[in-house]
């Protein structure tokens, strides 16, 4: 019998490439991760006190929804953030498990359904691909709502092996810019631009999905229609099997990544200017990138004129 190797007691149920744990062990480890990202360890900085109110971000995938859960047993005041996209049935399998959720754990729950809020589902905004439209759309609502409700950090489910898929993205492209702003904390850079955390950097994919099986949460397991074979699946499946050889790897990759970074030099700042419709901070002169969006919609479906 191999045993836990923290009670030293208890059979070992969770045997990853890098963790051998009992269940309660592994809850105990993982919750500590996420409080030590949290506390800012490695990275200088705090996410976010126990006196801030934090809004989540929950698709209703595994990895959100595992954040929004571990955030509510750690003791944080959270408001849940839903936006429904209008992608058919899978849109409908989300919001429902969603608001579930939130429900169970009386917790608050804001859903910005697009269709409603705008007249237009994903597929109808995006002109070819779905999933930048998707990421554009997702950013600029969050931030919208975040900064509109009076948040001051919005916290999302990305984890080490999303953090370590873009990093060997940017890397392999030398993206010098994004290499710079890439961190588990994207500070605040406009009045209206809210402070961005990832409380999951040190987690896995696949540690998010045993932390599910054993608080048996319920999430979205279909697969959105609209996938597109991103490239970040390449790389997570690379970065899985090098892992799968050398234990460790991933976050040794990752935090040496944030230990190093000032050898990409600093970030230039510019300023960002307010979009000419909806006053939200944009790199843009005139319209942001979503109102470009929302016009290039009605355009093509033939609503109204701009002047
Ligand atoms: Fe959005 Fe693409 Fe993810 Fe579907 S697969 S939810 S379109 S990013
Ligand atoms: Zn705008």
Redesign the pocket.
């Known amino acids: 019998m191999k045993v836990c190797k923290r009670c030293r007691k208890k059979e070992a149920d969770v045997i990853l490439s890098a963790v051998r744990f009992c269940d309660s062990c592994f809850i105990e480890y993982f919750e500590r991760q996420v409080q030590r990202a949290i506390d800012g360890e490695k990275l200088g900085v705090r996410m976010f006190s126990r006196d801030v109110r934090i809004l989540m971000a929950v698709?209703g995938g595994k990895d959100s929804m595992t954040l929004w859960n571990v955030l509510d047993d750690l003791g944080y005041e959270t408001c849940g953030l839903h936006i429904d996209?209008g992608?058919d049935e899978y849109s409908e399998a989300s919001r429902a498990v969603v608001e579930s959720f939130a429900a169970s754990k009386n917790l608050d729950l804001i859903v910005v359904d697009l269709r409603k809020e705008f007249g237009k589902s994903?597929m109808e905004l995006a002109v070819r691909d779905?999933?930048s439209a998707?990421?554009l759309v997702k950013r600029y609502l969050m931030n919208k709502v975040a900064y509109e409700e009076g948040f001051s950090v919005l916290a999302t489910g990305h984890t080490l092996d999303d953090e370590c898929a873009t990093l060997l993205g940017n890397l392999t492209r030398w993206n010098l810019e994004f290499l710079q702003r890439q961190h588990p904390i994207l500070e605040s850079t406009h009045p209206k631009l809210v402070r961005k955390v990832k409380p999951l950097f040190r987690i896995s994919d696949e540690e998010t999905a045993v932390y599910a099986r054993i608080k048996q949460l319920d999430f979205v397991r279909e697969k959105?229609p609209?996938?597109?074979g991103a490239t970040s699946l390449s790389y997570k499946k690379a970065l899985n099997e090098l892992e799968r050889r050398h234990p460790g790897l991933k976050k040794a990759f990752y935090l040496g990544f944030l230990k190093n970074k000032a050898l990409f030099g600093e970030q230039e700042g510019f300023e960002l200017k307010e979009c000419e419709a909806c006053g939200m901070p944009t790199a843009n002169v005139g319209l942001c990138a979503f109102c470009k969006l929302l016009e290039r919609s009605k355009r093509r479906h033939g609503e109204g004129e701009q002047n």
């Open positions: 698709s996209l992608i994903l779905a999933c998707c990421g959105c609209l996938a597109s």
